[in-house]
């Protein structure tokens, strides 16, 4: 199916199960235990042996020798596989470095060795008994030394609209300000882990991986294999966030192990390689200025961001919402790339926009106090109903407005401290506790991508999806299955949705708030053709015919779906191809986030107390478990502005707080209440669904709110995220 031209009415208008808040169909078997994790796949092939993955000790340089006596002699052992055995490898599109290093590391913990034993302990005791002598190379572990090198990578050029330079200089009102974002990590509960088992030349994996597609034609690369000779099993996540986008060392080593110890075997990525050997988020530091006229109106707005990557890497683009996000004749942004050897910088849940917005939306806040504009009024005074750079296309909706009026409305913006810092006489006070609220804008644009589904129909009536899409906890199976039952009048209970296989058709897959439009859509478009197959079996009128309560009825005529598919059944299999709507119109999608924190006036302790999402995301699908999308990315922009940053060992190139006990994330004491309000939003130019996505929208721009919430409440202005309380105390009232 093509979308090529705006949605009109189509069944899913119904609303009568899309658009309900319904509980996840895949609940109970998280909650019983009994979804299959990565790992836990122990009856799908007999006598599965287990991987242990030795680490480079260094960052940079070469293996001078590795000495495999001592692990060979480990009871237990099956084999051990190196780049020395492993045989001619490649490098798959999505990955920066290889995934199993030597005789050259690019950086700390790729992977140098897999030990293969009967038991986990035997490969874990036999690694350690491996010997590794490295010659260590000079590298370069720190973005603000490496600044100056940075140069425009060919991906992400320079835009510029206007005469920025010469509009910011003769602009009455001025901002030129710095802000730095740390290195993050992903930080899932389950590790990446893989089970391999080779039947001939044929693989099967089952593995934690968020695109099937992408990852089977990645593994094939690497291991030379046909792309057909693989096969790809990840129906179950443990959380993503983009670092299961891409293939890693625990897929590869278990393939390569399972071929040498000629029997199935399981790899998990020890918690110490989930951040320095997989990928994270790349530190940034970013200047925005801002000219503006005394009334509020910018006339002059540039951003410019430094990120670091390996050599052949890629930047955190933050400047792209900056191109779009508000008014301004006068425009400019600037993506530098930096060499550094530290582990691999990739995506991580909203890239670009969450440290994007972490830097702009404190920029904004600061620009409206120069002004004396509420800081609300200064981001709807230059609001936009068009790209800025492209005043001749329209957003197909943008109701960034509506969310920070109905926002300010329910989180009592009106009755907060207006004298930022406090008042005259001293801060808003309880007790010990200053008191201050904050607002950002949340942007995230929306993408289109090809998505696949195939759907059958058999005699007793059952509807079954099957789509490589995955879930990663997202509830993917929950708003497909509500998708296939709108379509084919059935209720969810007659609805079977698999996924995650990459021997069903290829889906848009999850990463980048893309997933539930996409999927949907294409699921959608399958369901189109299996309703033509059905009505033209009963010699019905296809674009007359209803489906409703398990029948399909024309007129006084109606026969049971069961019938009508017959012993054989029906199958039908289509995409969602998009045309050109996407260029015609800018699609995104937009919030209002609203903080109140407390911070101890002695200690500088911050609490943050209540937090509200005002988001409009075209339709929402399901509002139960969008709620549960954005307030977990809430949650993630807490950890983001207060406590996340991987500390880099500058001297060895690696991250020191590799583990959950050093990499602090948010925890339920940490989260208050949070709101969420969807606002009543279909966008047509989308997609027939006429959705669009939040998973990405809920974490944009928090941060950045309750950086601007902190400094309500104590007159501190930090630009340096984690705002801890170090860089509070200097600043903080005299008690």
């Known amino acids: 199916m093509r979308f090529d031209t705006p ?31 990565a790992y836990e796949w122990h009856d799908v092939v007999p006598n599965q042996a287990y991987g242990y993955v030795v680490g480079s000790a260094i960052a940079k340089g070469r293996i001078a020798s590795i000495d495999l006596t001592d692990a060979k002699a480990v ?59 490295y010659i260590r190379a000079h590298g370069a572990f720190d973005l603000a030394s490496a600044k100056d090198s940075a140069v425009v990578p060919e991906a992400t050029p320079a835009t510029a609209v206007g005469d920025f330079a010469g509009a910011f200089a003769s602009a009455p009102v001025q901002l030129d300000a710095t802000y730095t974002t740390p290195d993050q990590g992903h930080a899932m509960m389950e590790p990446h882990a893989s089970i391999a088992a080779w039947d001939g030349d044929k693989l099967t ?30 129906p179950f996540i443990g959380g993503g966030f983009g670092g299961k986008l891409f293939v890693r060392s625990d897929a ?27 990928t994270h988020r790349p530190a940034t530091i970013q200047r925005i200025r801002i000219g503006a006229t005394p009334d509020g109106k910018i006339t002059a707005i540039g951003h410019e961001s430094w990120s670091g990557d390996l050599p052949g890497g890629g930047p955190e683009n933050a400047v792209q919402q900056t191109s779009l996000l508000y008014a301004g004749a006068n425009r400019m942004t600037a993506t530098r790339l930096a060499v550094l050897d530290l582990p691999e910088g990739n995506a991580m849940r909203a890239p670009g926009e969450a440290p994007g917005l972490m830097a702009l939306e404190i920029a904004m806040d600061e620009m409206a106090e120069k002004l ?47 004298q930022t810092g406090g008042t005259k006489t001293g801060r808003i006070r309880e007790g010990r506790w200053l008191i201050g609220v904050g607002v950002a804008a949340g942007f995230r644009n929306n993408l289109l991508t090809r998505s696949a589904a195939r759907v059958r129909l058999d005699r007793p009536g059952i509807v079954t999806v099957e789509t490589d899409m995955t879930d990663i906890g997202t509830g993917s199976y929950t ?22 296989d990459s021997s069903f058709p290829v889906s848009a897959g999850s990463g980048g708030q893309w997933g539930a439009n996409n999927s949907t859509s294409g699921v959608y478009a399958a369901c189109v053709k299996l309703r033509e197959a059905v009505t033209q079996k009963l010699g019905f009128n296809t674009a007359e015919a209803v489906f409703e309560d398990g029948n399909v009825r024309l007129g006084n005529r109606s026969i049971s779906l069961a019938e009508a598919a017959g012993e054989a059944g029906l199958v039908a299999e289509d995409a969602i191809e998009y045309g050109d709507l996407a260029k015609q119109y800018q699609q995104s999608t937009f919030a209002a986030h609203f903080v109140e924190v407390s911070v101890d006036a002695a200690t500088g302790e911050i609490r943050v107390r209540r937090i509200l999402a005002v988001c409009a995301a075209g339709r929402i699908l399901n509002p139960k478990s969008a709620r549960s999308q954005v307030i977990g990315a809430m949650t993630m922009g807490v950890g983001a502005a207060l406590m996340e940053e991987l500390a880099v060992d500058k001297r060895r190139g690696f991250f020191v707080n590799h583990d959950l006990a050093g990499y602090e ?48 409440a104590t007159g501190v202005r930090v630009r340096d995220y984690p705002i801890t309380l170090d860089k509070l105390l200097p600043g903080l009232p005299e008690i």
């Open 7 to 37: 949605a009109t009415t189509n069944p899913i208008d119904q609303l009568k199960v899309v658009g309900k808040p319904t509980d996840r169909i895949d609940g109970p078997l998280k909650t019983t235990g009994t979804a299959p994790y």
């Open 205 to 234: 994996l089952w593995t934690s991986n968020q695109m099937i597609a992408w990852s089977t034609g990645d593994m094939a690369k690497t291991l030379g294999i046909p792309k057909e000779n693989i096969r790809l099993i990840s």
């Open 252 to 278: 590869v080593l278990a393939a390569l192990g399972a071929r040498a110890a000629r029997r199935p075997v399981k790899v998990a990525l020890a918690r110490p390689f989930m951040f320095n050997n997989t």
């Open 479 to 500: 708003i497909i299955a509500q998708t296939a039952a709108e379509m084919m009048g059935v209720p969810l209970d007659k609805v079977v949705v698999r996924l995650g």
């Open 75 to 133: 009871p237990g052992v099956l084999a051990i596989v190196t780049a020395e055995n492993a045989g001619k490898l490649g490098k798959g599109d999505w990955n920066t470095a290889k995934l199993l290093g030597g005789p050259d590391i690019q950086h700390y913990h790729q992977a140098v060795a897999l030990v293969v034993a009967e038991t986990f302990e035997q490969a874990r005791a036999a690694a350690q008994s491996l010997r590794v002598d």
């Open 665 to 712: 994330v948010p925890v339920h004491a940490d989260i208050p209440h949070q709101e969420v309000i969807f606002l009543d939003e279909t966008d047509p130019i989308s997609s027939p669904m006429k959705a669009k996505g939040v998973g990405e929208l809920g974490l944009c721009g928090v941060g950045a709110a309750i950086a601007n919430a902190i400094y309500n």
């Open 372 to 418: 004396d504009i509420d800081p609300i009024e200064f981001r709807i005074l230059n609001d936009t109903q068009v790209d800025p750079s492209n005043p001749g296309r329209r957003f197909s909706q943008r109701q960034l407005v509506e969310c920070l009026r109905i926002g300010a409305e329910r989180f009592g913006w009106k009755t907060r401290d207006v």
